[in-house]
């Protein structure tokens, strides 16, 4: 009889905090800026009809009520876990940048129904007041990116922020090119089609956002990781026979996580396996945070049941260790996944 006592390990080589490079001040300062020319372009836009200076406004709300968003989730998700959360409340940013991309798609289907019906009857237009309009939010739309450009745009909350304002920034090019249209002659739909141009960019901008978070939300695999190649490269390691169960996902933006079941060949030295697989995922593929499940094959699930070991399985023989593993199972030579 051998004795082997069965390793969990789990690397935790990585901070679970918010980054310091978020900085709270930088997306403040763009909050105070960007609210105080909103105020200024609602009653511009309404004094000159123009539904480009209007959209690019209710934008901007939308740019305001995401910073607000991104600096209360910031909060949430440096608080430590404790209780239930077990992780803490590191997805609160994911839920802020889905909330974000759902506020520019809703938002984009009015102003695409406001955009058609004013392509059809087009209402005078004040081209002078919407192109200095125009040309000053560009001015105050380039200060706030730049400000939060400072911010951490690796976390997916700062960078649906990022995306609003990088949005309106290119509307306002549109609303004033539209606005020079009209002031030189005279075509009064040029404003409509700005803001068409403007429903266009955010389109853009929510749909990536929404699906991004989506995919942490349903714990798929981080954009860039194939799992498996992954489980094929685990189970290519010396002395590992199979690779099961495993799951790789985001906690949150910029923190993947991994989880698997290893079987070590009999005598194999599961500690020292167990290292060189954490060292493999950390190095090539930035998983810090993995919790890897190694065992000899031939050793019995029951705790009352003496330990045994058998010898090596073939490609097609199963090892029986898990009677239902979730997912592919990974082995050294060629096999169906």
Excluded at 19 to 33: Q, Y
Excluded at 50 to 59: K, M, Q, R, T, V
Excluded at 101 to 128: D, K
Excluded at 316 to 337: F, L, N
Aim: proline content about 4%; overall charge negative; glycine content about 8%.
């Amino acid at each position: 009889m051998t004795e082997h006592a069965h390793n969990h390990g789990h690397s935790h080589s990585h901070s679970h905090g918010v980054s310091p490079d978020a900085d709270r001040r930088w997306l403040r300062a763009a909050l105070i800026l960007l609210s105080a020319y909103m105020a200024v372009e609602v009653v511009i836009g309404v004094v000159a009809q123009s539904l480009a200076l209007i959209s690019d406004a209710a934008h901007m709300l939308t740019d305001a009520v995401s910073i607000v968003l991104a600096l209360i989730a910031m909060r949430l998700a440096a608080r430590p876990a404790r209780g239930g959360y077990t992780y803490g409340l590191k997805r609160a940013e994911i839920l802020s940048a889905q909330a974000n991309g759902i506020t520019l798609l809703l938002l984009s289907v009015w102003l695409a129904y406001e955009a058609v019906q004013r392509l059809i009857t087009p209402p005078a237009v004040t081209g002078g007041l919407v192109l200095v309009t125009a040309l000053a939010g560009i001015v105050v739309n380039l200060i706030c990116t730049w400000l939060l450009s400072k911010a951490n745009r690796s976390s997916l909350n700062v960078e649906g922020a990022y995306q609003h304002i990088l949005t309106d920034l290119f509307g306002f090019v549109a609303t004033a090119i539209s606005g020079l249209i009209v002031l030189m002659t005279g075509f009064a739909r040029a404003d409509a089609i700005a803001s068409l141009v403007v429903v266009a960019l955010m389109l853009r901008a929510g749909t990536g956002l929404v699906r991004e978070s989506g995919r942490i939300f349903m714990e798929a695999a981080p954009a860039g990781v194939d799992p498996d190649a992954l489980g094929d490269q685990l189970a290519a390691e010396n002395e590992v026979v199979e690779v099961h169960d495993l799951h790789v996902w985001q906690i949150t933006s910029g923190q993947p996580a991994l989880s698997a079941h290893i079987l070590v060949a009999p005598g194999g030295d599961c500690h020292k396996v167990r290292r060189r697989l954490q060292e493999l995922l950390s190095g090539q593929y930035g998983i810090t945070h993995a919790t890897l499940q190694v065992d000899h094959v031939g050793e019995q699930g029951d705790a009352d049941e003496v330990l045994t070991l058998s010898r090596r399985p073939g490609p097609e023989q199963p090892t029986d260790h898990c009677e239902d593993a979730h997912g592919p199972v990974h082995r050294p030579r060629p096999h169906r996944h």
